[in-house]
């Protein structure tokens, strides 16, 4: 019965230890932040992401295949979609959700890069 009393004590104090730890980087992380927020120069990494892509009216999107010169059906391929998608895009029947919505955005300002693309 030692040896368990024992046992217990050292998972006892190895839960302590993971516990302060876990404390310290949350306090340092904390520093960071609030540095940062104060402009302080500090190690923090700081990503500013695009904004969202604007949503397309189904005109835009039929323009944008116009653009192609190519049919629902083969835009659709470009795209990696189903034809009846793009056709339900253009009548307004369903809309492209954010990632294709990207993918649009990348067709209309730069065709060259789908169409290059393998």
Request: proline share 7%.
């Amino acid at each position: 019965m030692g040896v368990s009393m024992k046992t217990a004590n050292l998972e006892g104090a190895k839960q302590t230890k993971k516990k302060v730890r876990l404390f310290a980087e949350l306090e340092q992380a904390l520093q960071g932040a609030l540095a940062y927020e104060q402009g302080k120069r500090n190690k923090l990494r700081v990503t500013e992401l695009p904004p969202p892509p604007k949503p397309l009216s189904p005109n835009e999107i039929r323009a944008i295949r116009q653009s192609f010169k190519v049919s629902q059906a083969t835009f659709a391929r470009i795209m990696n979609v189903s034809a009846n998608t793009v056709e339900s895009w253009e009548q307004g029947v369903r809309r492209p959700r954010e990632a294709t919505l990207k993918l649009l955005t990348i067709a209309h300002r730069h065709p060259e890069v789908l169409l290059s693309a393998e």
